[in-house]
């Protein structure tokens, strides 16, 4: 009956379609169509029926270990010189970057569940690798899209309670995060740029893949990734994306970052994720066409969404890293804690 239960809740979960969008947005553009946002990079927009949702089910999911140790030790830094960015794993696409005057968090979640229910739903098999109270201050907190293992209410709350930070968006979540108490947010579409700071200008960039938090609400907000410009680093942080011609495009128009996080996990079965997950070999992809210096890969570890075994990103990573010739090096997954110190000058 549980495991019944559980199932009914995935489905909805994934169909992921209580709407608490507000679009200012009234032009026509390639990627929303006075109604809902869409994909120019898709010629059928991402729309799983039911009869999907069933058919992944009937394939099965592999067991996943219910609880898992975390053993990496974050370092936190106080003071980084200007050419020194520090990247701390928190879970699935959380990341503390900690530039000099500026720390920054990346789709926050430390919640227990990411659901819409407190007690069903995705449960994280390990805790998070930084705990709360042991972050610094933050001063900005970017939001890839408002999927609940990527916009967590819980975790936003305390964040604003604790830091007061400047929350960015994208088109259509302004008002979600208004009616949990946060004022200082700024909504951005594809391609608009914000000072920070004298050093630092953050750019909305495109992303493939969808938004909607219940069944009414499909693609009524946008979704996309992020990056920083910061004196002469540049960071990029890729949200939840499928693969296609957006990494191509941005390294075109912004150049080629020191740093990109990339999805590589929840990419099973493929006729179902494919549009809006890569796997390893398509992260590999992703990596060339930005013509990355380092990237460090994500949503992966933490909470079961798709039917991948739990190690197979890394095994297939290290194959596609290997098949292109690309030192292991350049193309990491950190554990969850695990910090990542790098000098843009010895690069």
């Not at 609880?67 to 030790?73: D, M, Q």
């Not at 000099?100 to 789709?107: A, E, K, M, V, W």
């Not at 001063?139 to 819980?154: P, Q, R």
């Not at 893949?209 to 009414?216: D, M, T, V, Y």
Request: glycine share 6%.
């Amino acid at each position: 009956m549980i495991d019944r239960i559980f199932k009914i809740f995935v489905a909805i979960f994934l169909l992921q379609s209580v709407s608490c969008t507000s679009i200012q947005k009234t032009a026509v553009t390639d990627h929303y169509n006075g109604k809902k946002f869409q994909n120019p990079t898709l010629e059928k927009q991402f729309s799983p029926s039911f009869s999907d949702i069933f058919r992944m089910m009937r394939e099965g999911r592999p067991k996943w270990p219910k609880n898992i140790e975390n053993t990496a030790i974050p370092t936190i830094e106080k003071n980084l010189d200007k050419d020194e960015t520090s990247i701390t794993f928190v879970n699935h696409a959380t990341f503390l970057i900690q530039l000099y005057g500026l720390n920054i968090l990346t789709d926050p979640v430390w919640s227990k569940r990411t659901s819409p229910i407190s007690f069903i739903g995705p449960k994280r098999i390990r805790e998070p690798g930084v705990d709360f109270s042991d972050l610094p201050q933050i001063d900005v907190v970017l939001i890839s899209h408002n999927h609940y293992d990527h916009l967590d209410k819980k975790t936003l709350r305390k964040l604003n309670e604790r830091y007061s930070p400047k929350f960015i968006v994208p088109l259509g979540d302004k008002k979600l995060l208004q009616s949990i108490g946060i004022k200082d947010v700024i909504e951005m579409d594809w391609w608009e740029n914000i000072q920070i700071n004298p050093y630092t200008v953050i750019s909305f960039t495109p992303a493939q893949h969808s938004s909607g938090r219940g069944l009414f609400d499909r693609d009524k907000s946008l979704w996309g990734s992020y990056f920083i410009k910061h004196l002469n680093q540049s960071i990029y942080f890729g949200g939840d994306a499928g693969y296609s011609t957006h990494y191509s495009d941005i390294k075109k128009r912004l150049g080629s970052p020191d740093i990109a996080m990339l999805g590589i996990g929840s990419y099973a079965p493929q006729f179902f994720m494919k549009p809006v997950h890569m796997n390893p070999e398509e992260g590999v992809k992703a990596h060339k066409d930005l013509n990355a210096k380092l990237s460090i890969g994500m949503h992966v570890g933490t909470f079961q969404l798709a039917s991948e075994p739990f190690d197979e990103p890394q095994l297939k990573l290290k194959e596609a890293l290997q098949k292109e010739n690309i030192p292991e090096a350049t193309f990491l997954i950190l554990q969850e804690g695990e910090t990542k110190k790098i000098s843009v000058s010895s690069n």
